[in-house]
């Protein structure tokens, strides 16, 4: 059979699929009246090599059909271990936020099956827990959700863990290319969502601690402790300004400053998990996700206040190639205080992440502008970590954490 030839029988399969998903009317033999009736029927390799072609929420639909397409559909579905990453920037012409609309979009056309999702939304244009600060136009009353938080969870599946971080100002990469260029997003609405899926060797664990719930024993549970795995965490604490809250940070910090863990993240304004009971209303906490298993590795550097030219941006995320990291399946993550972006370039914008762009050609770049920042100089890489602290030495303002995250 030519080349030619095999891709349209190819597509003249993938239609027949299509047609049993979709529930159309179709005869009972319809898999006996030719002979790519007979092999979707009866031969795995081939279905199997279809369904890779199929995006994940139809390959769940087609995974009823037939004992067959079942387990075809169960091996790819083990096969999508790549993680992916959703983003949306402008202003949305509905009323809710513009990643809201792009996600329900969107998750129509993944390859992958979310067992884990970190948002992240800008403060302004995602006021949960209050209503909007200003309205939109909208094109429908009833496509609009009254609780933001409620809508994002029932886009993804239940059995996915959701950790969602407001901050003042959004980092993101255009969906579908590594290599499109990062924007720094400082003010404006914008988002994204990165999703994990189950990965062979990586267990991901999410916390969500307040000053009644961090224990040792919760923190044992969230992987934060007596771990010999536990290679990368990522913590975004919140009103952590307030009396205790520094206290709380360092004893959450303190295990974790002298292990051969890379800890990045920052101060944000609000944050939502599938944790709803943790804190009461205007208490302080922290939540985060924990990566352990072998095939991790990760790598941060800080950019000082200092730094404010984009030559100098540049020369210290250089650094970040000592660690050798590959770019394949690997996440940039840019921390960043409000005060810096255009305030400390001379009013010239995205310097940082273009900076990043140009050091990393294939690297998505995803984070935030925070109130302050958690990071250091740091690689941690099979079974070594290239420096040291403490925990006051993690804490930052005026800064940029950098950093980059590989999933194997």
Partial sequence: MTSGSASVWRVRCEKRIRVKMEGDAVSPNIFGQSKAGYVLSNVAEVVERILTFVPTKNLLRIASVCRL???CARRVLRTQQRLTWLSASGSSIYEEHVLLRTMAEDLEKIYLLPQTALLMVDGENFSWPFSYTHKKARKCEDEV???PVEKLRRLLPSTCDVLGIVASGIVVTPSGSPSSPPEEHEDGEAGFSLLFPAMDGVTIRPFHFCKKSLSESAMEEAGLIN?????????????TWKAGGRCFLKKLLEPLSQNNVLIVGGQVERTFSNNTTCCSPGSFGAVGLTF????IQG????VDQDVSS??????????LKAANIPERNTMGFMFACVGRGHNSYNNERNVEASAFRKIF??????????????????????SYTLSETDA?????????????????
Wanted: hydrophobic share 40%.
């Fill in 299 to 302: 790598a941060s550097v800080l």
């Fill in 392 to 408: 006051e030495g993690l804490q930052h303002s005026f800064t940029t954490v950098m950093s980059l995250v590989h999933f194997g």
């Fill in 292 to 295: 352990s298993g072998s095939k």
């Fill in 145 to 147: 959700e009254s609780n």
């Fill in 69 to 71: 397409w079942r387990n």
């Fill in 310 to 319: 984009s030559k100098a941006a540049e020369a210290t995320i250089q650094r």
């Fill in 361 to 382: 050609s294939n690297i998505p770049l995803l984070g935030f502008f925070g109130n302050g920042e958690i990071g250091c100089d740091r690689i941690v890489k099979e």
């Fill in 227 to 239: 771990n010999p795995d536990l290679k990368v965490v990522l913590m975004f604490d919140y009103e």
